[in-house]
């Protein structure tokens, strides 16, 4: 059994997305709790590196989700949890190299902390809780054999 592409695109949009603008708007919240609202626009907005993961990470979860087997729910929140999480460390890992810093390990793993912080990977993770459940699931090319053939008839 596997997901459609229809599905897994709206399932890995949607989760990236939504948990991208979580850890934004928890951003703005507390700079403009702070420092007020006047320089907030740049680091979320006007970065580049911010559409890479997006669009990386919109692409690797459709691929897991229809290449990947239909795995019970909890199963699917670790793998793409875990997807979600590499493709943030790496992203944001060539940003700092990028940018020149000596070590880039160092600030990708510093960015996972403060996507922690800012709710970005915990909504990220209750999304795709939630979104698996609406996920279109199909028999595979290859056929099923009649025990699963009947569950899926269910």
């Given amino acids: 059994m596997t997901v459609t592409w229809r599905s897994a695109v709206s399932y890995a949009f949607t989760v990236v997305v939504l948990s991208w603008l979580t850890g934004a708007a928890v951003d703005v919240a507390w700079t403009a709790a702070s420092d007020g609202p006047g320089g907030w626009l740049s680091p979320w907005v006007k970065d580049p590196w911010n559409a890479v993961f997006v669009a990386a990470a919109v692409a690797s979860l459709t691929l897991a989700r229809r290449f990947l087997s239909a ?83 269910r």
């Fill in 71 to 153: 795995l019970p729910r909890w199963r699917v929140v670790l793998v793409d949890g875990f997807v979600y999480l590499v493709v943030l460390l790496v992203c944001s890992g060539v940003s700092a190299w990028a940018d020149g810093d000596d070590v880039p390990a160092d600030a990708a793993f510093m960015m996972a902390i403060f996507a922690l912080f800012t709710l970005q990977l915990p909504a990220a993770w209750l999304l795709c809780a939630w979104r698996t459940g609406h996920l279109e699931v199909v028999l595979s090319r290859g056929g099923a054999s009649g025990k699963y053939r009947d569950q899926a008839g």
